[in-house]
Nanobody, 119 residues
Framework: QVQLVESGGGLVQAGGSLRLSCTASGSTFSLNAFEWYRQVPGKERGLVAAISSGATTSYSDSVKGRFTISRDNAKNTVYLQMSSLRPEDTAVYYC?????????????WGQGTQVTVSS
C-alpha cells in the first residue's frame, strides 16, 4: 500500500506562483510514475503533468511553459511548481502514483489540495 499526502495549496493572485508537494509513504519502492491532476466542481478530473521513474515529464497544453513537475526520490516527494497562475487554474489538485509492477497496475490518489487564483 501507498499513501500520498499533498500540501502547498492556497490562495494566490493571478500572475503569482505556488509549489505543491506530494509525499509518498508505504511501499514507495514500487512506485513508477507520479501524476498531478486537477478538478473543478462539475467537471472530470484532468491530467495536468506527469513524471516517469526516469524523470521524463509531460504536460497538458493548458499548463505547458508555466508548470514544472519534478521529483526527489530520496524524499519520496514529487513537486508541481506553478507559475504565472491564472484564475482558470483554480481547482483541487490531486497527486497520483502509478505502480506498474503489479497486474493489473495500481494507481493511488492523494486527498487533494485546493488552489485558488484570484483575479
Amino acid at each position: 500500500q501507498v499513501q500520498l499526502v499533498e500540501s502547498g495549496g492556497g490562495l494566490v493572485q493571478a500572475g503569482g506562483s505556488l509549489r505543491l508537494s506530494c509525499t509518498a509513504s508505504g511501499s514507495t519502492f514500487s512506485l513508477n510514475a507520479f501524476e498531478w491532476y486537477r478538478q473543478v466542481p462539475g467537471k472530470e478530473r484532468g491530467l495536468v503533468a506527469a513524471i516517469s521513474s526516469g524523470a521524463t515529464t509531460s504536460y497538458s497544453d493548458s499548463v505547458k511553459g508555466r508548470f514544472t513537475i519534478s521529483r526527489d526520490n530520496a524524499k519520496n516527494t514529487v513537486y508541481l511548481q506553478m507559475s504565472s497562475l491564472r484564475p482558470e487554474d483554480t481547482a483541487v489538485y490531486y497527486c497520483g502514483a502509478r505502480v506498474l509492477s503489479t497486474f493489473p497496475p495500481r494507481f493511488y490518489w492523494g486527498q487533494g489540495t485546493q488552489v485558488t487564483v484570484s483575479s
